[in-house]
């Protein structure tokens, strides 16, 4: 099992015919995902790697079955593919692409919403993998394996540091949900979806300081999941008032502080790791104990 990327998931990557795009369609394929086609408007028709290339999504899921978008196109193009990408009901759209105006995924994520058929997962985010059947975006393929811990996360560098710590134990699904002020999938999305998925044993979720994604979390898991969850967040020695690294991540006052985060996960009886290797050795006690 694995939550919403799986053995049957046929990916297109929208921008495949751009230098990242192609990169990294390489890089997926390495690791075992199934890339049926490409999307960039102007070049249907071509390939690359063997892979067609259409004009736009709707031909490429028409011909080839695809239920996974990745976006790699530039800022300024990307809340047009992304609502192409919603137009074709495509059921899950992975948007990599970072510095998007807030406007445009503001008004994208309202689309997709009100279509009530696409799941968007990102801006700004490193994708989603579940080990051994599918990868679909940027994370590493080869730093971990299949198996019982799932792990939901802002941020990118910490998703790969912590599929690292636990690559002996593996991961039923990794997903980066990004770090901007406004997202598609949520930590309580995943929360959720991994609550429901019979092999996922312990939770792994990693934020960061900025906005209440957390104590919102924290509330869902009080009355939702019954799992063991491990917690980890990011910026407790951040100053106040200064933008850190993702564009969500800044700090007013009291709101939004690692600290608040971290007793707020604690009051529901979230393990909350001080460091990254610190949150790694609570999931190995959790799941030794099971």
């Not at 790697?49 to 196109?73: C, L, Q, W, Y």
Request: net charge negative.
């Amino acid at each position: 099992m694995a939550i919403f990327l799986n053995a049957d998931s046929k990916v297109l990557v929208q921008g495949m015919t751009g230098s990242e795009g192609t990169k990294h369609t390489r890089r997926m394929v390495a690791s075992g995902t199934n890339v049926v086609a490409g999307v960039t408007p102007g070049k249907g028709g071509q390939e690359v790697d063997g892979i067609p290339v259409f004009n736009n999504v709707g031909e490429a899921m028409a011909a080839t079955g695809a239920n996974v978008s990745v976006v790699f196109v530039p800022p300024k193009f990307a809340k047009a593919a992304v609502i192409e990408a919603v137009d074709a009901a495509i059921p899950l759209c992975v948007v990599i692409t970072e510095g998007i105006p807030v406007h445009d995924t503001a008004a994208f994520f309202q689309y997709a919403e009100n279509s009530g058929k696409t799941r968007l997962v990102g801006p700004n985010c490193p994708g989603l993998i579940s080990p051994g059947l599918s990868n679909a975006g940027i994370i590493p393929g080869d730093i971990t394996q299949k198996g019982r811990i799932g792990l939901v996360s802002k941020s990118g560098t910490l998703t790969y540091q912590m599929m690292f710590e636990l690559r002996d134990l593996g991961f039923s699904s990794c997903v980066g949900i990004g770090g901007d002020p406004i997202i598609g999938t949520t930590h309580i999305d995943c929360l959720a979806a991994f609550e429901a998925d019979p092999e996922t044993e312990v939770i792994v979720m990693i934020g960061e300081i900025g906005g209440d994604a957390e104590e919102r979390a924290a509330a869902f898991i009080k009355d939702n999941v019954t799992k063991p969850v491990i917690g980890y967040v990011a910026g407790f020695t951040a100053p106040e008032g200064k933008t850190m690294g993702h564009a969500g991540a800044i700090v007013s006052g009291s709101s939004g502080t690692a600290a608040a985060k971290k007793d707020a996960l604690e009051a529901v009886g979230v393990r909350v790791g001080k460091t990254p290797s610190e949150a790694a050795r609570l999931v190995r006690e959790v799941l030794a104990s099971r």
